[in-house]
């Protein structure tokens, strides 16, 4: 596939987690060159993922496969929802959450009043992967959201793999509630254009500046086209170079995995 990545041009990337660094608990082939690399050249990352787990647990990852990568670089679909509503509503507004303990923390700790039930009128309904998600939190969501609450969801994926296979992830939980109230969610992850401004901001870059490399094509690749990011494809997780002519959704570039993306990047720079 011919590349229209200018790796002279790149200061920065925007980096997704699963499938694309890690596959599961096991880091992927070349993933330690990789930021060693990136290091020495002076180029500027934020690793980001739809996920809602805390960035502290990423951390950890990281630091298990001897990597060392402080918090300020690792953005998540939590703290990104977190910033976007600690941006656009007064510390006062009342948040009824569907999702794990780490987004419910995260949201709670910036000064928003969480609800737990129907106990006051809620200004915003939060949606995230809920492996506990039941009847009344399901009814609960929609009562708010038929009462005037703004809907969010922190990420469109409508399934997630775990040891049992996919199992419903926020997206499915949006659309239960879409199709009881007629409402569509702001959406804050891949591949919305929220976070990957975010990303970009935070490296205090320009779109142009700046790559997406990611392992799915409808979240990573497609997202990071329409924030006018360049898009890099590995190998590595979920879409491949057949998948591209399934899906219609072309990226810049397709590595196998990091390793041939760190070769490739080396041999332009010594290209005079």
Excluded at 12 to 26: A, K, M, N
Excluded at 87 to 105: A, C, P, T, W
Excluded at 166 to 189: D, M
Aim: aromatic share 6%.
């Amino acid at each position: 596939m011919t590349t229209t990545v200018d790796f002279r041009a790149l200061r920065g990337l925007v980096i997704d987690i699963d499938g694309t660094l890690f596959r599961g608990s096991r880091s992927l082939p070349g993933i330690r060159d990789f930021f060693g690399f990136l290091e020495r050249e002076h180029i500027r990352y934020v690793v980001a993922t739809n996920n809602t787990k805390s960035p502290r647990v990423y951390m950890e990852k990281f630091q298990e496969a001897k990597i060392d990568i402080d918090e300020s670089h690792i953005l998540t679909c939590a703290t990104a929802t977190g910033d976007w509503l600690e941006g656009q509503f007064d510390r006062n507004s009342r948040v009824y959450v569907i999702g794990q303990d780490d987004l419910k923390e995260d949201i709670r700790r910036r000064g928003f009043t969480l609800l737990s039930g129907r106990e006051q009128t809620a200004d915003l309904v939060v949606v995230g992967g809920d492996f506990f998600l039941d009847y009344e939190k399901l009814k609960n969501s929609i009562l708010h959201v038929q009462d005037g609450a703004r809907l969010i969801g922190t990420n469109p994926d409508l399934l997630i793999p775990t040891e049992e296979g996919l199992v419903p992830e926020a997206g499915t939980t949006l659309a239960a509630i879409g199709a009881a109230t007629g409402i569509r969610p702001l959406i804050i992850g891949k591949p919305e254009p929220v976070l990957f401004d975010m990303a970009v901001s935070k490296m205090g870059l320009t779109a142009g500046e700046v790559a997406m490399v990611g392992d799915r094509l409808e979240t990573d690749i497609l997202g990071g086209k329409q924030a006018g990011l360049r898009t890099i494809l590995l190998e590595t997780g979920v879409d491949n170079r057949g998948s591209i002519r399934l899906k219609g959704i072309r990226p810049d570039l397709v590595c196998r995995n990091l390793v041939e993306l760190r070769k490739m990047w080396e041999d332009s720079l010594r290209t005079e």
